[in-house]
Each structure stands twice: as C-alpha cells, then as structure tokens.
C-alpha cells in the first residue's frame, strides 16, 4: 500500500518591503520600554556627555532619566503650571526650561533649586536653549517675541518682536556663538544673529512651523510645519532644496543621528520616518501607538526615545553586538559537528542505506488520510487557520475536489456553517491566486442549499454578499478590459509615429545623397 502524501500547500510569494542595511539597521533595537509620565511629553533632550541621560519635560516636571533606568533619577519641579523644552547645554552641567507663567529657569544638574531665573515674557515660553558660546540663552514665547538672555547678570541682552503669531520652536548655531533660529505659527522661520538689530534672514515655510533644526556644518536648515518638510540651503540666502510630504498629519518633531547622515521627523500621524540625507528618500519609519510630540536620539544612536501625546514616553535600546559574536562562537563546534560529512559524494563501492523520515501529518492531513472529509473540511474552516493561512483552507478544498468528495464535505451542514463557508467564499473570491477553486465551491453550494433559499434570513443574507462581491469583481474586470485597450491603441499610435519619423529621415537621407551626387 503507497504511503500517504501530505497535501501541498502552494507557496505564494508576497510583495514586501525591501531589506536594506538601513532596514537591518533600524531593526537592530530591542522591544521597547514604555514609561508613563504626567501629561503629554513635549520635549526629550539627552545630555551631549557620557553617560548620556536624557530631560523629558511633561506637565509641571522635568525628570532626569539614566540611560537604563525605568525611573527618573532626578526630578525638577519648581514649576506652578506647566514647563517647556528642558534643554541641555553642551557640558551637560546647566539646564535651561520655559514656563507656561513666562518665565525662564536655570538649573544646575547637581543641585535642586533655580540657579537664574529670566523674566521679560508676557505669555508662555515654549522654547529656550543655549548659544555656541555657552553664555547666552535665547527664548521665544506665546507673546511673538524671540530675546536673548545673559546668564552671569540674568539680564535680556535683546528683544525681537518680528514674528506674528506663537514662537514655537528654535535651535542654535554650533558654530557661530551669535546665530540663533526661531519657528513661529505665523508660518515663517527668522535667522537671528545677535550682533544685528534685526533678523538677517527669513524663509517662508507656508503652513505653522512646529520644528526647525540645523546641520551641524551650519548650512542647511530643515523646518517642519503641516505635513511637510522642508530643507533650506541657509548659505544661498534660504533656497529651497527639497520639499518632503511623506506623512499624513502634522509633523511635529525633528531629530539628526551622530552622523548626520539619517534625518528623523515624528508626527501626529502615529509614524517616525527616517529620511538618507543625501537623497532625502525613506529608508525606513517606526510606528507607535499614539501621535507623537517630542523624538530625540542619543549621541551615540544606542537609545531612541519617543514622546506621545498620552503621556507615555517609549524607549528603544540598541541590541549588543557582542553577545550576537559570543553565541555565534559556541555555536561553531555544534555546526561544525552536524554538517560533517554532508558534502561526502558516495563511491561507485558504497552501499548507501537510507533512514526514513519520521513525516509528521497535521489534523486535516489525518483526517484525509482517514478519508473524513467532512471534518477535515471543519478543520481548515478554523478561525487561526481561514484567517491567517487563508491558502491552507483553499488547499484542501483543492484536494478534495481532486478526489471527488468536495460536494460531499459540502453537503448536510446547518446554517451556521453554511453561513461560515459563504462569508470564506465572499472574502477570499476576488483573490486571484484563489479565485479558480472558489467559483467551483460556489457553484456547488448554489447547488446544494438552493431548495433551501428563503428559510433562513443569514444565509440569504450571504448569498446577496457573494453575489454582490462577483459583480463588483466583474465591473473591475471589465474597466480593466477598457483600459488595457486604451492602452494598446496608444501604443500602436506611438510605434506607427515612430516608425514614420525613421521613414522619413532615410527618405530624406537618400534625397540628400542624390542632390550631391547631381551636384557633382
């Protein structure tokens, strides 16, 4: 008696998206750790020095987390509303944050209490930071107006109020001490420099500027407003180079690598896009589970830190790489042991004995083996399996029409299973790759059931569905009959053109010759 053949279930291959190093790279990074702050997160900074903890400012606080920790390790939280945009100055000593009353505080990371305090703003401070100079901190608050500030007498050097609307958004120059940026909802984006009186530079970005960030050469700029992103070329005067509208709502964040080379934009849209910045393409994005505010990377890209709008702030660890180079290593005496012999080729002497395989069957394998159809039918109409191996159930619904018993395994079913089958059939018809069986299953379930049209609401229910999904499906298939011919008339029009532009230059080429030859 032949053994039994397991049904084969045919491969479909499946249109993905493209691996990459970048791919590889960005995937390098362990689960995620969710930690829950008080209120929305609106800005993460890390310190620039080792060991790299990072300020996420969230309603009234700002807490200090370390690199690994779950918990803050310190915690500033001398504000009476909210604060904004803790920020980090380039020793990781001081730390400069707004304030919802209008206010600015230093601090000292060693210490508790405000070293300064700023006051000069009427309205909200949404965004502060320090110069390249490590003295001066620029501000700019819900009152249009962007000021500068000297940290030894806590005093405004100057006050800019050339912007119309909020000041939301800033960064500064690491190069020059004197330059500073401000972003505003009145949808431009002014370049300061502290030696002039007003603003030397201003680009028009078109939609509220949530985000403005600068290279670290100094010369392009990226402003994110609306759905767009947009990079400046700052030293032809603010040219545009390259408009990106790769989300679907608001970007509100942006964020630059170690390197430089990756450009990272966050947005309401639940997505992180991480853009080459040599042909500003995606070459890859995370998804999150809420719209996210505030996106920081750390100096040395080990960590990805994540602020969402619900106040949970989502941490990404890279995975070591050693410890990939250790297990490989223990790994290589086992492999070396298994594969041994493997690529031996038999002499024409040897007496080659086979061990046979232990073939281990599925359930719907032994029930066909048993020639249940029925069940094995019941089998593959499970919800794990007609759900996400939709090509598994089809398979058997092959081999049993193959073997003559499909109408068989049909038939006798009650209305809950009859109303199971229609509802696969309906969903899965319109798929090519299943399309051929499934209008044989549905020609014999029209068959059998038909005497019983009419007695059951759920079942004629689903019988409009398939009908209704068949003529769908036929209406698609016969506007693409009408294109393809459109198609095939415009493409038989361009080779004819083509070919009588050829004709037509020999024509004129063998004029030419018999021209010179009389002429001679």
Aim: aromatic share 10%.
């Amino acid at each position: 008696m032949a053994s039994y053949k397991p049904v084969v279930v045919p491969a479909v291959p499946r249109l993905g998206e493209k691996v990459t190093q970048d791919t590889l790279y960005w995937q390098g990074y362990k689960t995620p750790v969710q930690i829950k702050e008080f209120g929305a997160v609106n800005k993460i900074d890390f310190s620039p020095v080792p060991p790299y903890n990072y300020a996420v400012t969230a309603s009234s606080r700002i807490h200090i987390y370390g690199r690994y920790s779950q918990e803050p390790i310190k915690t500033f939280s001398r504000f009476k509303d909210a604060a904004y945009c803790a920020t980090y100055r380039d020793d990781g000593q001081l730390l400069v944050a707004g304030s919802e009353e209008g206010s600015i505080r230093l601090f000292d990371i060693s210490g508790k209490a405000p070293l300064r305090q700023f006051d000069g703003h009427t309205k909200a401070v949404h965004v502060v930071g320090f110069l390249a100079d490590k003295y001066r901190i620029f501000s700019g608050g819900d009152d249009y107006s962007s000021s500068l500030w000297d940290i030894p007498s806590a005093t405004e050097i100057v006050s800019y109020t050339e912007h119309t609307d909020y000041v939301r958004c800033g960064c500064a120059s690491k190069l020059n001490g004197d330059v500073f940026i401000t972003g505003s909802y009145d949808h431009t984006v002014k370049v300061f420099d502290a030696r002039a009186k007003s603003s030397v530079m201003t680009i028009e970005h078109g939609h509220p500027v949530e985000s403005v960030l600068l290279f670290p050469s100094g010369g392009l700029l990226v402003s994110a407003g609306g759905r767009y992103v947009k990079v400046w070329d700052v030293l032809k005067g603010g040219q545009l180079l390259v408009s990106l509208k790769n989300h679907h709502k608001t970007v509100t964040c942006l964020c630059l690598n170690s390197s430089g080379q990756r450009l990272l934009s966050g947005s309401l849209d639940r997505h992180v896009k991480i853009y080459s910045t040599t042909s500003y393409k995606v070459v890859h994005s995370f998804n999150y589970a809420t719209s996210i505010l505030s996106l920081a990377l750390s100096p040395e890209d080990e960590t990805i830190v994540v602020g969402m709008t619900n106040g949970v702030l989502n941490v990404k660890h890279r995975k070591p790489e050693e410890s990939k180079e250790k297990s490989q290593k223990k790994r290589q005496p086992a492999y070396r042991t298994y594969v041994k012999g493997r690529n031996y080729m038999p002499k024409q002497e040897d007496f080659f004995v086979s061990k046979p395989g232990k073939c281990v069957l599925r359930k719907y394998d032994k029930l066909l083996k048993g020639f249940q159809s029925s069940k094995a039918l019941d089998t593959v109409l499970e919800p794990h399996i007609r759900l996400y191996t939709p090509e598994v159930t089809v398979a058997v619904m092959q081999e049993l029409n193959r073997r003559g018993t499909l109408r068989s395994a049909l038939a006798g079913r009650d209305e809950k299973q009859i109303s199971l089958l229609l509802t696969f059939v309906t969903r899965r018809v319109v798929e090519p790759r299943f399309t051929p069986i499934l209008v044989t299953v549905a020609d014999m379930i029209t068959d059998i059931y038909q005497p019983v049209l009419g007695q059951s609401a759920v079942v004629d229910k689903q019988f409009l569905r398939l009908q209704e999904a068949i003529g769908r499906e036929i209406d698609y298939q016969e506007e693409l009959l009408e294109v393809l011919g459109m198609m095939d008339a415009l493409f038989a029009t361009l080779t004819k053109k083509k070919a009588t532009y050829l004709e037509e230059n020999k024509s004129n080429g063998l004029t030419k010759t018999l021209d010179q030859d009389t002429c001679n």
